[in-house]
């Protein structure tokens, strides 16, 4: 049965990208390259706001990222044989691969996506997944903690949003931390979202045009140039 995963990089303190944007600190290198790769490997489709879209798109439009870098040929391949599914009211056209346009994230779509899927569907950056997280669709939270704190930024997950997990696989690669947490689905039914009253999975939400002060970073790289 598939799944719906969020999986990012962070600081020790919880942010995606510190005040200025900035996530360098969170660049895989070596052993956690290939760790993320191995990770990202079942993965049949993912879901992007467009600032994310228009970082990942260069996996498949821009050479040089995988130029003399066995692991990072790897991720491009892996990248380019899954399906994409970018949210967002003011992007004109997509122009990779398997890729297609949605202007809304409608959490019941996401919902039939998931179930009808082959293979596991993963939610790449904040924005994005906090609309699943307070809609109750994640079933699955991968964090890597890197040995940084940075004092601000961009939150790993919506501020006031609380969830049940259950702690299923830790790992150290090089200095990072990975856990794996599994999500208790049993509780979002009988009890509603703290940051808002609302329950999840109730409202369609638009995430492409949401004002935004730090750039979204996936969790499987570090190489783009910005």
Known sequence: MSQLI????????????????????????????????????????????????????????????TEGSPTTADYARIWQAAEKVVYSRTLDDVDTDRTRLERTFDPDAVRELVAAADADVSIGGPNLAAAALEAGLVDEIRVFLVPVVVGGGTPFSPPGLRRDLTLIQTERVDDVAYLRYRVDRTALGSRADGNSGRRGGNSSRAVGNTRRTNRERPAEWGRVRR
Request: net charge negative; charged share 25%.
């Open 6 to 65: 969020y999986s990012m990089i962070a600081s020790l303190d919880g942010y995606t990208a510190d005040r200025d944007g900035r996530f360098d600190w969170a660049a895989p290198k070596g052993a956690l390259h290939t760790f993320l790769n191995d990770l990202e490997r079942p993965v049949g489709t993912y879901l992007y706001g467009r600032k994310m879209y228009e970082t990942m798109r260069a996996w498949e439009t821009d050479t040089s990222l």
